[in-house]
């Protein structure tokens, strides 16, 4: 009796970490992204200054949370992200329009697709 007690309360601590840790997973991806159509905006405008200077507001943010994020998702997705955020910076910086208006879209996906995938969900446990 004492095995099962102590087996439910260990499942219930796993999975009540899972959920905290898919929703520090959706705030930083959503605090992240509250920059994002400033800089597309800029982008847009090709106001490249200002781009870069939004950009280094992202990138700063996503140097804060990374550290976290490696020990709870995938490692091809943060890499992804990584390599778009250097991508992005290096096409901010060449100031070419249409590219950095893919990168900025490809960003925009990564940040959003790893909060779905990391969700509680029946068709990500089966």
Not at 16 to 21: P, V
Not at 25 to 37: G, K, N, T, V
Not at 70 to 98: G, P, Y
């Amino acid at each position: 009796m004492k095995f099962l007690i102590f087996t439910a309360v260990l499942l219930l601590l796993l999975f009540g970490g899972c959920l905290l840790a898919v929703e520090y997973i959706q705030i930083s991806a959503e605090r992240i992204e509250l920059h994002f159509d400033g800089l597309e905006e800029a982008i847009d405008a090709e106001d490249w200054e200002r781009a870069l200077e939004i950009f280094s507001h992202c990138e700063r943010e996503w140097e804060r949370v990374s550290s976290r994020w490696k020990a709870m998702i995938n490692h091809e997705d943060m890499r992804d992200i990584e390599i778009s955020f250097v991508d992005l910076r290096a096409v901010l910086e060449q100031q070419e329009l249409n590219r950095a208006q893919q990168e900025m879209a490809t960003l925009r996906y990564y940040m959003r697709h790893v909060p779905d995938n990391e969700r509680v969900r029946l068709t990500n446990v089966l």
